[in-house]
């Protein structure tokens, strides 16, 4: 047993190793298979594929649409096509949108920070709130602080992000006058990088507070779920029996098994989150990925669309390994577990 | 022995939540736990045996309540002591374990920490943290687990079920408890490992003058481990008193009932029956290697389940597989039926080569042999009627549905129940009739051969014997073959007329159930004998010296 136990403790770097290769693997397989499915987009697109690279405006003329068919090698065998386009991806080439009259990598990359602020800071906060939320609805259930908490996250569920960001302009910018209605920052003011800073977290309540409202929602509801089945298993007895407080037990035993659950959801939902961004960014005219969607959707801009499909895919993919290693932290028997 | 109690239980009146079938869970239950002994509290399911062991602590469920009496340890009144005097007393002087060792330790934390846990919360800063570890290792050491270091650093996870209960007793013993509450603690384990876990209580009762109320079900485990006995029903005491006389001599008759129903010392009329010639059923070279595979660049994980098994099965007789748990008997019986599939093998079923078969040949032939499983309440559908659980089989094998619902009501009347079941659902019945339902189920489709997979290892004794016998008549009235799981030696004595002895997932010996009692050829065979509880009082099965029950 000695021996086993030893080795299984060996074992677990090598875990996290293994778990980190077949994680970049797996990167990998998604990155080729969404930029397989982005090159079928463009040619399953009704018209000649030039036209719809050109962005369908009809405005392109046929230098342009001869320039765009030998940049793509729409001349070229569909096996070709598809193997530079493939290669193209992994080198991060990701074409040009005649639309905007910029590469689309730069596009993205000006305006991914502001997403990942946003969506980062909405899921770090539904998820601390939801689950503190949920711990205490789980620990007083039936009482009337559980009824409450259950109300109000039922009713945070059932409101559409747009209606919820909107009501909250309504009283927060333009009753109170308390926070600025929309924007990243303020436009045409000298700053310091405090004030800065200061300012887009300013800007960033709002929205962060509607996009993290619904996911708090079903975070809280998940965590009420799992402490309630976690409080009635044997080693919480156990805990008891051995004299331990009631907050200790919350804090030492029942928090950190009720969560595994919360995590493999949230791990699942991330997708969700920077979904919902669309949304939220039109609402509030927040200048991230989701304002470039809904424009580059509306314009038919297709390099930009593919663009995002591709970047939202590993934004979301890395978001999922991430929990998985959270989860690996949590839970010692998946990482030992899978050693032995 | 001193005389003076250490735990004094008085009229002791547990109330259950208003609108249940009575109203006190315990009721006036009286008794005495003195230093240096071993009360044993004993009873079935619903005696309120394990409530009792509970209120001491004042661990009782949500909504039940003491409603009267008194619980005094040394000078205290715990039924009436606050909170924070109770916690001092939780895991200090009195200390409990519970029964099922794999789900009372916190899966997240090593087994060492959660030992510290106990001893951290009663001496608090007075240990400094390497005196802790220290002690821990100490613990480790004292309920007999190799190499401490190092299990204290084990998750619960990589520990057996038999050193999870040894750690339990670990963190139990932290600091030095006059007083052991244990529910049911040998209950969950195999036969050799709960001898040893039984063999350990004993011990650290002995070193340390501790007072012990072990709970239990099973008469067996009274007779190796009491001092004295206390008997419970429905809530009530029905007789108390020191471990011989209530064993031997038993005044109540509830108490000479449940003795009686100990399985494995009546004579064996479920056996001694006529035999088909022809076999039913052979088995040969069967093999199952279970793999499984966690990521792709990990090595595949190879657990041999069952190794090179052969069997034989004829008409009317009963072949009994025992073994302890992972020695997979399961496996053995489930392709058997193939629902899983052997790696290797053959199996001639009825003059057929079974595992050949495919598609409709073999749908035609899966009727021939059903199942009942071990734990009557997730084995029914609990929103179907239990009429239905038992027609529709016949109904999709061509039965016509009125008189596949007139089978299903017959069927119901011989297993014991009323016609009326039909139409309710299972959970308006208890655990025993749920597994007549359960039996109703499967011969309704006429099987050949019965498998039952520990089918009466969840129920009481009473109700134990009653469904071993409702099983034995089906067997003569079908001409069933049946195929017996247990991992009890003793119901395998009474109703099997061969016994298959079974270990990681080899056979290591076989042979009439008479012999293999009588004269046990394998040392596995004669170490799972000797692990039996009771065998004091009760005696080996089959042995002529078996008769001195009952004085």
């Known amino acids: 047993m000695s021996v086993v136990a030893i080795t299984r403790y060996g074992g677990r770097l090598s875990a996290y190793v293994l778990g980190a290769a077949s994680g970049a693997v797996k990167i990998i397989g998604v990155i080729l298979v969404i930029a397989t499915f982005n090159f079928i987009l463009v040619h399953a697109a009704p018209g000649d594929p030039a036209q719809v690279i050109a962005g369908q405006s009809g405005a392109a003329d046929e230098t342009l649409l001869r320039q765009i068919r030998s940049a793509y090698g729409l001349d070229q065998p569909y096996l070709v096509q598809l193997a530079s386009s493939l290669k193209k991806t992994l080198t991060l080439d990701l074409g040009y949108s005649y639309r905007q009259q910029r590469t689309v990598l730069s596009l993205l990359l000006e305006r991914l920070p502001a997403t990942l602020l946003l969506t980062g800071t909405a899921f770090i906060l539904s998820l601390v709130f939801g689950t503190a939320l949920g711990t205490i609805a789980g620990t007083r259930a039936g009482k009337w602080s559980d009824t409450f908490f259950t109300i109000v996250s039922l009713l945070l569920y059932a409101l559409p992000v747009f209606w919820l960001g909107l009501m909250l302009v309504l009283l927060f910018s333009v009753q109170l006058n308390w926070l600025p209605p929309f924007g990243y920052v303020t436009v045409g003011v000298e700053m310091t990088t405090w004030q800065r800073i200061a300012d887009i977290a300013w800007h960033m309540v709002l929205p962060t507070l509607s996009l993290a409202a619904v996911y708090l929602a079903i975070y809280a509801r998940l965590m009420r779920s799992s402490i309630i089945e976690v409080k009635q298993q044997d080693f919480i007895k156990t805990a008891r029996a051995k004299g331990v407080t009631e907050s200790r037990i919350v804090m030492h035993h029942l928090l950190r098994n009720a969560i595994l659950p919360v995590i493999t959801v949230a791990g699942m939902q991330a997708g969700g989150v920077v979904g919902g961004a669309v949304v939220v960014e039109t609402v509030f005219a927040w200048p991230g990925l989701g304002r470039l969607i809904y424009d580059a959707v509306l314009q038919r801009d297709y390099p930009v669309m593919q663009g995002i499909f591709l970047i939202m895919s590993i934004v979301v993919i890395g978001l999922n390994l991430l929990t998985e290693a959270v989860y690996r932290m949590v839970d010692p028997r998946i990482s030992v577990r899978s050693v032995t | ?551």
């Open chain 2, 1 to 551: 022995m001193t005389d003076e109690p250490l735990l004094s239980i008085e009229n002791l009146s547990v109330a259950l939540p208003k609108g249940g079938d009575r109203q006190f869970a315990v009721e006036n239950v009286s008794l005495a736990v003195r230093r240096n002994e071993i009360v044993c509290l004993v009873g079935e399911s619903g005696s309120g045996k394990s409530i009792t062991a509970h209120a001491v602590l004042r661990l009782l469920p949500p909504g039940l309540d003491v409603a009267a009496g008194a619980i005094r340890f040394k000078d205290t009144d715990l039924a009436r002591a606050d909170e924070g005097t109770m916690r001092a007393l939780r895991g200090g002087p009195i200390s409990m374990i519970f029964q099922e060792p794999l789900s009372a330790l916190n899966p997240l934390t090593r087994v060492g920490q959660q030992i510290a846990e106990a001893i951290i919360t009663h001496a608090g800063a007075k240990l400094s943290g390497s005196e802790v570890d220290a002690r821990v290792i100490e613990l480790i050491a004292a309920v007999g687990l190799p190499d401490p270091p190092a299990l204290a650093r084990s998750y619960p996870f990589q520990l057996s079920g038999g050193q999870r209960q040894r750690i339990m007793i670990a963190i139990a013993m932290a600091n030095e408890p006059a007083l052991l509450l244990a529910d049911e603690p040998t209950t969950a384990l195999d036969v050799t490992t709960q001898k040893q876990i039984l063999a350990l209580v004993r011990r650290l009762q002995a070193e340390r003058g501790m007072g012990v109320l072990f709970i239990t079900h099973d008469f067996g485990v009274v007779a190796d481990i009491a001092d004295r006995v206390v008997v419970m029903r429905n809530g009530c005491v029905v007789e108390q008193g020191a471990v011989d006389e209530v064993l031997r001599a038993p005044k109540n008759d509830y108490t000479k009932a449940l003795i009686a129903a100990v399985p494995g010392g009546r004579p064996a009329s479920m056996r001694g029956h006529a035999l088909g010639t022809d076999p039913l059923l052979v088995a040969r070279g069967l093999n199952k290697v279970f793999t499984s595979r966690q990521g792709v660049f990990r090595p595949v994980r190879r657990v041999p389940a069952v190794q090179d098994v052969a069997l034989t099965l004829r008409p009317r007789e009963t072949v009994a597989v025992v073994g302890e748990s992972g020695s997979g008997k399961s496996t053995l019986a489930r392709m058997i039926m193939r629902l899983i599939e052997p790696d290797t093998g053959a199996i001639d079923f009825d003059g057929v080569d079974f595992l050949k078969l495919k598609g409709v040949q073999l749908r035609a032939m899966r009727r021939k042999v059903q199942i009942v499983f071990q734990d009557p309440f997730a084995a029914l559908d609990p929103r179907q009627k239990v009429g239905e659980a038992i027609a529709r089989g016949p109904m999709t094998y061509g039965t016509p549905p009125v008189d596949a619902i007139a089978e299903a009501k017959r069927l119901l009347a011989r297993v014991g129940l009323k016609e009326s079941a039909y139409e309710r659902y299972p959970h308006e019945f208890s655990g025993g009739q749920r597994q007549r339902i359960c039996i109703a189920r499967a011969i309704a489709l006429k099987p050949l051969v019965l498998v039952a997979d520990e089918a009466v290892s969840a129920l009481d004794v009473s109700v134990q014997q009653h469904i071993l016998e409702l099983l034995a008549e089906l067997r003569e009235e079908m001409s069933l073959a049946m195929l017996f799981i247990t991992h009890d030696l003793r119901v395998a004595s009474e109703i099997a007329d061969r016994i298959v002895v079974m270990r990681r997932g080899e056979i290591v010996e076989q042979g009439e159930t008479q012999s293999v009692f009588g004269a046990p050829q394998h040392a596995y065979t004669r170490e799972l004998l000797e692990a039996i509880p009771g065998r004091s009082l009760f005696g080996r099965p089959h042995e002529p010296s078996a008769n001195l029950r009952f004085a």
